[in-house]
Nanobody, 115 residues
Framework: QVQLVESGGGLVQPGGSLRLSCAAS????????MGWYRQAPGKQRELVAT???????NYRDSVKGRFTISRDNAKNTVYLQMNSLKPEDTAVYYC?????????WGQGTQVTVSS
């Protein structure tokens, strides 16, 4: 089992920045990929960014150049630096980990971009 705890969400004005953090604990030795998904009201959950154990990154097109995913393997933590935020980035952001063929999710953290 893997437990994921997110932090860093909040309210920000358009053009602002936020950094999300997700700390993994439990059976972390088999985690091969971590990342972030988001879900806006009335919409399906969608991939935002992922990073593999060897550092390969993947982003959805709408966040490329604005968001950066990184991980600190020593701290078992993944980060999402979000810059130039737009109202359409408003959603609940979920941390994700793939480990041993299983999917694990955090509880979600709200990000609201509004003036």
């Amino acid at each position: 089992q893997v437990q994921l705890v997110e932090s860093g969400g909040g309210l920000v004005q358009p053009g602002g920045s936020l950094r999300l953090s997700c700390a993994a604990s439990g059976s972390i030795f088999n985690i091969y990929i971590m990342g972030w998904y988001r879900q806006a009201p009335g919409k399906q959950r969608e991939l935002v960014a992922t990073i593999t154990r060897d550092g390969r990154r993947n982003y959805r097109d709408s966040v490329k150049g604005r968001f950066t995913i990184s991980r600190d393997n020593a701290k078992n933590t993944v980060y999402l630096q979000m810059n130039s935020l737009k109202p359409e980035d408003t959603a609940v952001y979920y941390c994700y980990a793939g480990s041993g063929g299983n999917d694990y999710w955090g509880q979600g953290t709200q990000v609201t971009v509004s003036s």
